[in-house]
Structure formats: structure tokens, C-alpha cells
């Protein structure tokens, strides 16, 4: 039998182009699809929702830079790759800081943080590839605060955490408005990067709890490119177009901005 302690997600991945209709002629018909179409929708994510403890949307279309679907679906490996390091990542160079302590998840602890609460279960998935990322990450850090060491800092009074506004980009349908308008139930930061730090972790667990206030929190960060991983881009690899200084940040979250998609299938 199944173990009823086990953690279940899916992820639903869609390909809006492909759901397109034809919706000339006259307003009837065209409402009626529309409107079936997000019956049908709705009632699949409440049949997912009873299966499963959380579902990750994805969506391999609507790419603002154009990309193709096989690169888009790369991104999002990528991205998926990344974000379960906290229970998959197998090296000695990792650092996690989560709500159980300073060690490696477990699969259930993992889909534990991400969902507080069993009312939540929508999720969000971002990424970016970002050369220097420590930089990025780094203004108005207690990181930053001791490196300059009583000298004022370039940038005064600045909130940490202002590259999950700037930086990164969306895979899961979700509201586009500023983050710091929505309410967060858990954020999960995954990282790999050149580097594995103490300061870099720090400054990703500040960034994501002092401005946006999750009720759980959870970052990795792993000593190990995506081109590392991939042998330098060779065979297979060369699918990721990595580069060997870049960092992968990949980012899972439970808020209140998902509430645009799920009003899109009610």
C-alpha cells in the first residue's frame, strides 16, 4: 500500500499556443468554448488538488523572449533541476537553511515547506542564469554591512531581496505585479553556483524573509555550475547553454499571485 506519510506534487505542464481556438464568427459560441474550456480546466486542478499535497504549474509557451518550445522546456528542467537540490543535491559543497535545521530534506520535508498550510497548494516556479550572482544578491544584506565595516554603503536604506523583483523570470503562469504586493506562505531559494558560501546563503535567506515575510523559508546553495554538471556543455549538456561562471537560481513560491491564474479555470 501507498505510505500515507508520503508528499505528492504534480506538475501540470500546458502549452497555451496549443489551446488556442478559433474563436471568430459570432459571441455564443465563442463564450461557450471559453467558458468550457475553463470548466474543464477547473475541475482537472481540483482532481489534481485531491491526489496531490501541491501542483506546480508550467508553462512552455508565452515566452517574452521568443524562445522555442525545445528551449523552453530546457529552461524548465534546468530551473526543476535546481530547485529540488535541497533533497537531491549529493555533494559535500551544500549549504541548506530551512526550518528543519542546517541538513539535506527529505522528500516530505521538502513539500513541507513549501506548503504551510493544506489550503495553498498552487506553486510558481522562477529562474534566472546570472553571472556574478553574489553581487546581485548582495545590497542591503547584513552581508554587505559587514564588508564595508562602519563606511556607508553605495546604496542606503535598501530592502535585501530586490533581485526576486528584477532578476528573475517566470515559468508558471502567475500575476506579473510586484511580489511585495502579495502574500507569501513559503519561498524556496535553490542556487548553483560557481561558489558555495556562507554569505551567499545569508544573504538569499534575508532576501526572501525580510521583504516578503513567508511563513517558511528555505535556501540552497550548491558549489556546482550547471556546466560543471553537464561536463562543460559536452553531448547532452550542450542542451543547457550554460556558461562556466554562471549561477542558476531557481526560485518556488506559494503566494497570493497565483490567485490571477487560478481565476483564469473558475
Same mark, same amino acid.
Not at 508528499?7 to 468554448?33: E, I, K, N, Y
Not at 511580489?179 to 558555495?196: D, G, K, T
Given at each position: 500500500?501507498? &505510505?500515507?506519510?508520503?508528499?505528492?506534487?504534480?506538475?501540470?505542464? %500546458?502549452?497555451?499556443?496549443?489551446?488556442?481556438?478559433?474563436?471568430?464568427?459570432?459571441?455564443?459560441?465563442? =463564450?461557450?468554448?471559453?467558458?468550457?474550456?475553463?470548466?474543464?480546466?477547473?475541475?482537472?486542478?481540483?482532481? #489534481?488538488?485531491?491526489?496531490?499535497?501541491?501542483?506546480?504549474?508550467?508553462?512552455?509557451?508565452?515566452?517574452?523572449?521568443?524562445?522555442?518550445?525545445?528551449?523552453?522546456?530546457?529552461?524548465?528542467?534546468?530551473?526543476?533541476?535546481?530547485?529540488?537540490?535541497?533533497?537531491?543535491?549529493?555533494?559535500?559543497?551544500?549549504?541548506?537553511?530551512?526550518?528543519?535545521?542546517?541538513?539535506?530534506?527529505?522528500?516530505?520535508?521538502?513539500?513541507?515547506?513549501?506548503?504551510?498550510?493544506?489550503? =495553498?497548494?498552487?506553486?510558481?516556479? @522562477?529562474?534566472?542564469?546570472?553571472? @556574478?550572482?553574489?553581487?546581485?544578491?548582495?545590497?542591503?544584506?547584513?552581508?554587505?554591512?559587514?564588508?564595508?565595516?562602519?563606511?556607508?554603503?553605495?546604496? /542606503? =536604506?535598501?530592502?535585501?531581496?530586490?533581485? #526576486?523583483?528584477?532578476?528573475?523570470?517566470?515559468?508558471?503562469?502567475?500575476?506579473?505585479?510586484?511580489?511585495? /504586493?502579495?502574500? =507569501?506562505?513559503?519561498?524556496? !531559494?535553490? #542556487?548553483?553556483?560557481?561558489?558555495?558560501?556562507?554569505?551567499? /546563503? %545569508? &544573504?538569499?535567506?534575508?532576501?526572501?524573509?525580510?521583504?516578503?515575510?513567508?511563513?517558511?523559508?528555505?535556501?540552497?546553495?550548491?558549489?556546482?555550475?550547471?556546466?560543471?554538471?553537464?561536463?562543460?556543455?559536452?553531448? *547532452?549538456? !550542450?542542451?543547457?547553454?550554460?556558461?562556466?561562471?554562471?549561477?542558476?537560481?531557481?526560485?518556488?513560491?506559494?503566494? %497570493?499571485?497565483?490567485? @490571477?491564474? *487560478?481565476?483564469?479555470?473558475?
Amino acid at each position: 500500500d501507498e &505510505c500515507r506519510t508520503a508528499g505528492r506534487m504534480v506538475l501540470h505542464v %500546458t502549452d497555451p499556443q496549443s489551446q488556442q481556438h478559433d474563436l471568430s464568427g459570432t459571441w455564443q459560441p465563442a =463564450h461557450v468554448l471559453r467558458v468550457r474550456k475553463r470548466i474543464e480546466s477547473g475541475l482537472s486542478l481540483l482532481d #489534481m488538488g485531491q491526489m496531490a499535497h501541491s501542483i506546480l504549474p508550467l508553462s512552455v509557451g508565452a515566452d517574452p523572449e521568443g524562445s522555442g518550445i525545445f528551449e523552453r522546456t530546457s529552461q524548465i528542467a534546468m530551473a526543476w533541476e535546481t530547485a529540488t537540490l535541497a533533497y537531491r543535491g549529493k555533494s559535500n559543497n551544500i549549504r541548506v537553511a530551512s526550518e528543519f535545521g542546517e541538513e539535506q530534506l527529505s522528500v516530505r520535508e521538502f513539500i513541507s515547506s513549501l506548503q504551510p498550510s493544506p489550503r =495553498h497548494k498552487l506553486l510558481e516556479l @522562477d529562474y534566472a542564469t546570472v553571472n @556574478d550572482f553574489s553581487s546581485i544578491i548582495l545590497p542591503g544584506t547584513s552581508v554587505e554591512r559587514r564588508q564595508f565595516q562602519g563606511r556607508q554603503p553605495q546604496k /542606503l =536604506h535598501v530592502a535585501p531581496g530586490g533581485w #526576486m523583483e528584477s532578476t528573475l523570470q517566470a515559468l508558471s503562469p502567475s500575476d506579473a505585479t510586484s511580489r511585495s /504586493l502579495h502574500q =507569501h506562505w513559503s519561498l524556496s !531559494a535553490s #542556487m548553483r553556483s560557481p561558489r558555495s558560501t556562507d554569505e551567499d /546563503l %545569508t &544573504c538569499v535567506m534575508e532576501g526572501m524573509g525580510i521583504r516578503y515575510r513567508p511563513e517558511s523559508a528555505l535556501g540552497v546553495v550548491m558549489g556546482q555550475t550547471m556546466h560543471g554538471l553537464t561536463s562543460g556543455g559536452y553531448a *547532452a549538456g !550542450a542542451y543547457w547553454k550554460a556558461q562556466p561562471s554562471d549561477t542558476l537560481v531557481s526560485v518556488i513560491s506559494n503566494s %497570493t499571485r497565483s490567485y @490571477d491564474y *487560478a481565476n483564469t479555470i473558475a
